[in-house]
């Protein structure tokens, strides 16, 4: 082939880089490396900054949680809600398994929750309106057992949100424990419903650690997954171009390059990642 009035063999064309390579300077490749460093920095700078707020606004909401069974005797109206068990340590335990990264996530773990809860505690004011003095007897220690069985196996059945399923079978468990070894506890039969009976203080319990971690999501400000999602959308705007010019870059070299290898798979693995949180 000539050119430019020489004559130029087609595998010297052949063997020729298509793009010229950049790694070739010492200045372009230290470059290369520390954006290719800074933009790991970033995204990890990312998740930590948003894992560290979620972790501040739990610890926070918590110590407040926490802050009724501290009080003395001489604040009636706290000392009350506590010794009367509608506010017990449950409702830390369910605002811990509540709280996520955003207000609609929370707010589903909620409503999970407390579905959960509510028909764990349905299925233990059958049982004892049924049995009004528990598994005390042969027979109706035997239905309790069975039934308790059957029900957990129900839970387990049915596409239940994973939330609801954990909630309803862990409490029902305690409650079950209760009915088949009665030990005093107090327990809504019939028309004898009250607040202050067990299973109703519990869930009210699961409902006021509920409402605790929506109200975490949401002061000082929302946490919405909006502004998580336009976060993340403009991370991988902002990857998108880089990894098409590292592409074009590595499989235009003459030799492969190891190092914008392991760049690609990074830069690869870090958007999918981010994709995932969308």
């Given amino acids: ?29 230290n470059g290369d490396t520390s954006a290719f460093y800074e933009e790991i920095v970033k995204v990890s700078t990312r998740k930590f900054r948003k894992d560290a707020e979620l972790a501040i606004r739990a610890g ?8 009724p069974f501290l009080v003395p005797p001489d604040i009636p109206v706290l000392h009350n ?6 506010y017990s340590a449950s409702c830390v335990i369910n605002f811990v398994y509540t709280l996520y990264r955003s207000v609609g996530e929370t707010t589903s773990n909620a409503v999970s929750g ?18 009004p003095d528990g ?17 957990m196996l129900f839970m387990l059945w049915p ?25 005093g506890a107090k327990f809504s039969r019939a028309l004898d419903v009250k607040v202050t009976n067990t299973e109703l203080a519990g869930l ?11 109200a975490a999501t949401l002061l000082p400000y929302p946490l919405l997954a909006l502004s998580r999602s336009t976060e993340v959308a403009q991370e991988l705007g902002d990857s998108l171009p880089r990894t098409w010019a590292d592409f074009a870059d590595y499989f235009c070299d003459a030799k492969p390059n190891l190092y914008k290898q392991d ?9 999918q990642e981010l994709s995932n949180t969308l």
């Fill in 1 to 29: 082939m000539a050119r430019n009035g020489k004559v130029v063999h087609p595998d010297d064309e052949e063997s020729k880089p298509l793009m010229s390579n950049r790694s070739s300077g010492s200045d372009d490749s």
């Fill in 263 to 271: 760049k690609l798979v990074e830069h690869l693995r870090m958007m």
């Fill in 60 to 67: 926070v909401f918590v110590v407040a949680c926490g802050l």
């Fill in 159 to 183: 596409r239940w949100d994973i939330s609801t399923t954990v909630f309803a079978i862990s409490t029902w468990v305690f409650y079950w424990m209760e009915f088949l070894h009665p030990t």
């Fill in 114 to 131: 407390i579905k959960g809860t509510s028909i764990a505690v349905l299925n233990i004011y059958v049982m004892f309106t049924i049995f």
């Fill in 204 to 214: 009210l319990s699961a409902a006021v650690g509920s409402i605790l971690a929506i």
């Fill in 81 to 86: 809600i506590v010794e009367s068990k509608i």
């Fill in 135 to 151: 598994g005390s007897a042969t027979s109706s220690w035997w239905i309790g057992l069975v039934e308790g069985v059957l029900f």
